[in-house]
Nanobody, 114 residues
């Protein structure tokens, strides 16, 4: 069993910032964030490996930073200059590369609106 618990979602004004956090019940090699807006496919936001190799979606790479604390099994996503288009449910993601399994958090709503 792997649990991913997200926090930090909420309402933010355009141009504002938000910091999402996710705590895993154990160490996971790859962690990150996906998001899904109404009528849209779930899409990658950012991922990070245990060795701090990162990958960002083009839409967020210039204004987002993903980081992790391996000692605490946590991953964070700092998003700045938020836009209305960032509004979505954000899901914490984990990939166990040994057992080839994906894990998902329950999702946290991010709403960017004035």
């Amino acid at each position: 069993q792997v649990q991913l618990v997200e926090s930090g979602g909420g309402l933010v004004q355009p141009g504002g910032s938000l910091r999402l956090s996710c705590a895993a019940s154990r160490s996971i090699f790859t962690m990150g964030w996906y998001r899904q807006a109404p009528g849209r496919q779930r899409e990658l936001v950012a991922t990070i490996t245990r060795g701090d190799t990162t990958n960002y979606a083009d839409s967020v790479k210039d204004r987002s930073t993903i980081s992790r604390d391996n000692a605490k099994n946590t991953v964070h996503l700092q998003m700045n200059s938020l836009k209305a288009e960032d509004t979505a449910v954000y899901y914490c993601y984990g990939r166990d590369v040994v057992w080839r399994r994906d894990f998902w958090g329950q999702g946290t709503q991010v709403t960017v609106s004035s």
